[in-house]
């Protein structure tokens, strides 16, 4: 590892792998396959945009190093970016690459087997980026004396409480957020195209702050306009910004990949009053919600006193108010393991960290605002400090 | 379908399902299962950052519209993007949202029986983005009376040949790609922040031209310095450039999700001797490869023409030196059919389009070059026009 890319040091590593074998234990498992970029780097540190190619990790139970396997032209990225020896950074051949029926997990199971793995409980996941069913079945067919668990989310679920060195980079993510959303409030006026709008705000994803550098979030940034902000994710056009439109932004600054997502509302002139209502329901939700942020609640908890708040305001919202987030690669900044939502009755616990994203979709119309936050050890931290409530620009 | 979003009209869209349709005979296929986001767009319009989550575009055999089938909160997006009736745009339940064992197959299922397409033959892919082993067993088991058919890269195929609307697209991708190299020629500069250089180049993607705007790419443009040319893939940290480095962008104008990537090269200060051999070899490269880009050749011709280059000046590069290119979604705009490399005997057609990427990746240093290109009556037609080789910047 170039000394550049060490983001962390080795007992941080060492300290997240112990956990991942402790859950691979207990799912019996004796050797890991993980494909999804964001679990990748959490275990090794490999960065790069080369997730269009199958690649892997490979965690054994035992006290080895992990072991990455990705394309030719990637192998120098890993050996730039991954803290184990040279050793355990591995390409499998090139034409392998886009040559079906030939494919990567014919010589991921020659590894395997090459390492004495064989005939060990191999955890593949069924339900995460870029593991295809092609890639799956070869693995099982090459492998004939391998058994196969099925296994989703078993890193992602150690990923979920945060470690300090991790909760110092996402409150760097929130200071760029911050950034970010003071270009979103400048550069959005009527008479603007949209593309150039998103060109600045793209800008400053990428610059950050003048102590420390952004990085390019998971998802581009949510811009929509007018009628637009009735659906959640749509991107920008070329178009002109009008008077009197409505837009919102839902955007992350991200440090090093972590991620501290942020979503906000502007009205162009006087807010119609069906604005004004929500705005003022969403800023009470926010904060009934975020006051059962703490240890010992559970998302049902934070679910519940929004709903109340939405009850008692003849307001309805079928969809889940929040994700854990912190590592992203695209597709998407979310962990994927607790939802905001009533029926997860995870348990809250310290440095546990949340996206909690208030997004009300009406009929041709719609508004966010949203807060990322850690657990602490009583009550919530959000990482950006971001004026909450619809802005008005006349 | 909102106004602002027909990009093409309805006999375009026609015409692609026509041949569809005649792919899915061949294959013994009554209904498709689409779930890679580009060919979603091909078929439907559809065009949100939605691929988070399971989506699907369901075309039959028989007359009717193809039906998009995705969440709910995406429903608003589909209903202004897509073209089809309204009855043909469907949201599964949230509740099948990132909620493990239950799954939107579930009720990709029960619409496939609602339709009366149950007992068919089902067309599912086996290796593309965002369709994963849960998702096909799922599908299998809530349907089983239905026949399994097993298809790869069926629209991808026929998305190899454009129509015109679709070139002028691409040559508006160009154009936007000759902005973008404009500004890393002219933002890399020793002593500037590799993030705040990044920064200039994302406003420029999404910027566009005073004709037309820029939208968002299917890779975050690569920008290796130093040693990190080395790899292929990296993307940019905070660290400053220095004097002596060399860097390369490899980057693409995108013009409502058509691309048209391209790669140039830098060295600050005076080039080593090997960095001009390298340039000198892939201009010739270039050059003697783009001479075979033309009906009735294959890429088998033009990696031979390369491959020569090669020989005579003692190189080697054991990748492959293309892939068509077109309308992309991260994670890659590249469609995965033909490659430009030696075993593929794929015949040339006039609008067939590739891009032809010269990367040279060596020990501690690297460079690329490439062209984006389509397939003319008699030769091959650049999207953009940017003078080739080496650029020095002392």
Known sequence: MSKEYMHFDTTEYARRLKK?????????????????????????GYDGWSFYVPQHVLVSADEGEPVWVGRGVDLGGAKLTCWMKPENVLAYP????Q??????????????EKRGWGKKR????????????????VLRKELPNAKFVEVDLLVNWVRLVKSEPEIALMR???????KIVDTFYRVMRPGVRQCDAAGEILKSCAVGTAEFGGDYASCMPFIPIGAQTAASHLTWTDQLIQKGQSTYIECSGVRLRYH??????????????????????????????????????????????????????????????????????PPDWGEHTASLRKDDRTVLEPNMTFHMILGMWMDGWGFESSETFRITDKSAECFANVERGLKVID
């Open 20 to 44: 991942v074998r402790e859950a691979m234990a207990k799912a019996g498992v004796d050797v890991l396959v993980e494909t999804d970029p964001a679990n990748m780097y959490y275990l090794t």
């Open 172 to 178: 760097q993510a929130g200071k760029i957020t911050e």
């Open 94 to 97: 090139e034409v392998l690459v």
């Open 260 to 329: 501290s997502p942020l979503a906000r509302s502007i009205q162009f002139g006087k807010p119609p009053q069906k604005m004004v209502d929500v705005n003022k329901v969403v800023l009470e939700g926010m904060e009934a919600a975020l006051d059962e942020a703490r240890p010992g609640k559970t998302p049902h908890d934070m679910a519940m006193a929004w709903q109340k708040v939405l009850d008692r305001n003849g307001l309805s919202k079928e969809s889940r108010i929040g994700y854990p987030t912190g590592i992203g690669y």
């Open 99 to 112: 040559n079906l029926p030939k494919h990567p997990s014919q010589f991921l199971a020659q590894e395997i």
């Open 122 to 137: 191999i955890g593949v996941p069924t339900d995460c980026y870029y593991f295809t069913p092609r890639a799956n079945s």
